[in-house]
């Protein structure tokens, strides 16, 4: 098969099994689904549960296996450009069809070039690894059929995303992804603090994706063509202000995916959902998209400075702000979705430094170890039944294997040698240090992102720590229900790992989380790389002597006065509450009120009048024909007696 074939089939593919799970799982069982969450299953939705999970996994083992197809034979070169730092370039696109528009046609295209299959590899890889820890995660789950199916959508739209050639084609994948999105994070909708966050995550994003579809219409207009490519062979022609107006529309959609400041706060929220959703969504997939749009056009944005300088700065803010808030937070996902929202900053920061290969190849590393780490914690949290960490400790014991696989994604995540995460982070660092000399940020702003890069690297080795110490280590303070045994028969504690459709991909993920940035080792800083561990170290250091003081104390209280502050997130969403939503749900109310007491008043009034009308007319019509006869003959009479007088 040549790539022509395999690109198309690469999407379709998880697309197929998306329509399979939601139409044909359940035929010829009598159960239709919907069971809360905790109900037991039935014979029927454990046959459609079964049915729908060979849906999902054969259709995504085979998109797998075609993308790393697609990777052997164009990847390499990308490989290549990350090790010699060259900006990627958009390969020429394979045109399918075109729709006629009237003014600029739309090219149903799709390309295939080393960024794009990389990304195609990382997305398959993880979709695959989520739907195969899922059929034991949600074994007995009512719902499972629609929420596997719902993950192959959102597999189809991303790849959508990541193979498509022309923006608007890349446009309806990016709102097919938004809509996963919300049906996933609110698949336990009857909690309503599931359903909450799946509507503010659903809102904030599209919020977002207003700026986004504007931005892509003003590139389009401009290159006289939605095709990437055109797109990108016109920048050197276009004027400066249309490219900054442009990229700064397009950076409200990549802060609305990305959970970027300020339209960071739904993430953190859609937690509330399967936490392997966390994992592909939150870390790997969805929140990749908007670093990957800025790297796919990143010509556009280099043309433009000031868009540069606002991605710094927000880069520089979201990253230190959102460090801080995971070293406060006692649910353990919540730590991981801050630190997403901070490790995704870091790759926006490689990108305002004008190195579009650093921010790729961090995203490539931070999806392989961040999904480690939340599968990792969905383990953790499937055997505790809990998700607060001031409620676990002592589960080394219990789950050795998820102890040394999640210490591997840590380690990655702090920056540890030799793990992906220093390599790629050692070139995050690099390019933003030469950007204070390289003039392409304003030196205040290169100055703020380089300082804040630093401090983030000591915090993300404290809050790491403190998440793996409170989990792992210390005193046992989480209880496990253990059902009654037998009379006579001792009550044995539960150690039992999780089961092997859970641990498997655990355990592969680790291996990428260990080894994937060994493309980087020769062209490591050492300078960079000795400062990068040391201050992760420091923060280390500070947190386990802080623990070891205490250990049944959280370490989080060395914040001392700072510390709710930074576990409310600086209070940012009740700042978003008084500014925005108080006065639109004031707005609401004052428009339905003017609604219904105006505009439906009038109806009514309207309609009173008709029927009072109504009721004078009635009057005369009382079926008393005496009183018809007489009318008739006094109309009679009245009318000879005007033609007498008037005539």
């Given at each position: 098969m040549t790539a022509n074939v395999i690109l198309p089939l690469v999407i379709v593919l998880p697309f197929l099994a998306a329509a399979a799970g939601l139409l044909l799982s359940r035929l010829g069982t009598r159960e239709t689904g919907g069971g809360h969450p905790g109900a037991p299953a039935t014979e029927g939705n454990r046959r459609a549960n079964s049915r729908a999970a060979w849906f999902a996994i054969i259709p995504a083992a085979a998109a797998t296996v075609l993308a790393l197809w697609l990777a052997w034979h164009e990847g390499l070169s990308f490989l290549g450009q990350i090790e010699n730092d060259v900006p990627a370039r958009a390969a020429d696109p394979i045109t399918y069809g075109t729709i006629e528009t009237g003014a600029i046609p739309i090219s149903l295209s799709l390309q295939a070039d080393g960024l794009s299959v990389i990304l195609g590899v990382l997305v398959t890889l993880v979709a695959l690894a989520v739907q195969v820890y899922s059929v034991g995660y949600l074994k007995d789950d009512a719902r499972y059929p629609s929420y596997s199916a719902f993950i192959s959508l959102f597999t189809s739209a991303m790849l959508l995303v990541v193979y498509a050639g022309d923006l608007l084609v890349l446009y309806v994948g990016w709102e097919v992804m938004g809509l996963c999105s919300y049906l996933l994070i609110g698949h336990w909708w009857e909690d309503l603090g599931n359903s909450r966050a799946a509507i503010k995550a659903f809102l904030?994003?599209?919020?977002?994706?207003?700026?986004?579809?504007?931005?892509?219409?003003?590139?389009?207009?401009?290159?006289?063509?939605?095709?990437?490519?055109?797109?990108?062979?016109?920048?050197?022609?276009?004027?400066?202000?249309?490219?900054?107006?442009?990229?700064?529309?397009?950076?409200?959609?990549?802060?609305?995916?990305?959970?970027?400041?300020?339209?960071?706060?739904?993430?953190?929220?859609?937690?509330?959902?399967?936490?392997?959703?966390?994992?592909?969504?939150?870390?790997?997939?969805?929140?990749?998209?908007?670093?990957?749009?800025?790297?796919?056009?990143?010509?556009?944005?280099?043309?433009?400075?000031?868009?540069?300088?606002?991605?710094?700065?927000?880069?520089?803010?979201?990253?230190?702000?959102?460090?801080?808030?995971?070293?406060?937070?006692?649910?353990?996902?919540?730590?991981?979705?801050?630190?997403?929202?901070?490790?995704?900053?870091?790759?926006?920061?490689?990108?305002?430094?004008?190195?579009?290969?650093?921010?790729?190849?961090?995203?490539?590393?931070?999806?392989?170890?961040?999904?480690?780490?939340?599968?990792?914690?969905?383990?953790?949290?499937?055997?505790?039944?809990?998700?607060?960490?001031?409620?676990?400790?002592?589960?080394?014991?219990?789950?050795?294997?998820?102890?040394?696989?999640?210490?591997?994604?840590?380690?990655?995540?702090?920056?540890?040698?030799?793990?992906?995460?220093?390599?790629?982070?050692?070139?995050?660092?690099?390019a933003v240090e030469q950007a204070m000399t390289g003039g392409r940020l304003t030196d205040a702003a290169a100055v703020l992102l380089y300082g804040c890069a630093l401090a983030t690297l000591v915090v993300t080795g404290a809050y790491s720590t403190r998440a793996w110490l409170r989990t792992f280590l210390g005193r046992p303070r989480a209880v496990i229900a253990l059902p009654e045994p037998p009379p006579g028969t001792a009550h044995v504690i539960d150690v039992r790992e999780a089961p092997l459709s859970m641990l498997l991909p655990v355990i592969l993920l680790a291996v990428p989380a260990m080894l994937l940035g060994l493309p980087g080792l020769g062209h490591l800083d050492a300078t960079v790389a000795v400062i990068s561990v040391a201050l992760a170290l420091l923060g280390v250091g500070i947190v386990y002597a802080v623990w070891r003081s205490d250990p049944a104390a959280d370490p989080a209280r060395m914040l001392g006065p700072f510390r709710v502050p930074c576990e409310q997130a600086f209070y940012l969403d009740r700042a978003y509450a008084v500014l925005f939503v108080r006065p639109v749900l004031a707005m609401a109310r004052l428009v339905a009120r003017a609604d219904s007491r105006v505009v439906d008043g009038a109806v009514r009034e309207s309609g009173r009048s008709v029927v009072g009308a109504s009721g004078l007319l009635r009057l005369a019509q009382n079926g008393n024909v005496q009183l018809y006869v007489s009318g008739v003959l006094a109309g009679v009479l009245l009318i000879a007696v005007g033609a007498v007088m008037f005539t």
């Open positions: 904030v994003t599209r919020l977002g994706d207003v700026g986004f579809l504007f931005g892509i219409f003003v590139l389009g207009a401009a290159a006289d063509s939605f095709r990437i490519v055109d797109v990108l062979a016109k920048v050197p022609e276009m004027s400066t202000g249309t490219l900054v107006a442009a990229t700064m529309l397009l950076l409200a959609g990549v802060a609305g995916k990305s959970a970027q400041v300020p339209l960071h706060t739904w993430l953190p929220d859609a937690m509330a959902g399967p936490t392997p959703i966390s994992a592909l969504i939150h870390a790997a997939t969805m929140v990749a998209a908007g670093i990957f749009i800025v790297a796919r056009l990143f010509p556009a944005f280099l043309q433009a400075q000031p868009t540069l300088d606002v991605l710094a700065v927000l880069a520089a803010l979201g990253m230190l702000g959102s460090a801080l808030a995971a070293l406060a937070q006692d649910d353990l996902k919540r730590v991981l979705a801050y630190s997403t929202i901070s490790q995704l900053a870091f790759m926006a920061a490689a990108l305002a430094a004008g190195s579009s290969t650093a921010a790729i190849f961090h995203l490539i590393t931070h999806g392989a170890f961040k999904a480690l780490l939340f599968l990792a914690a969905g383990v953790v949290i499937h055997h505790v039944g809990v998700n607060y960490m001031s409620q676990m400790g002592g589960l080394r014991r219990e789950l050795p294997v998820t102890f040394v696989t999640m210490g591997v994604g840590f380690a990655a995540l702090i920056g540890l040698p030799p793990t992906s995460g220093f390599f790629s982070k050692d070139s995050v660092l690099l």
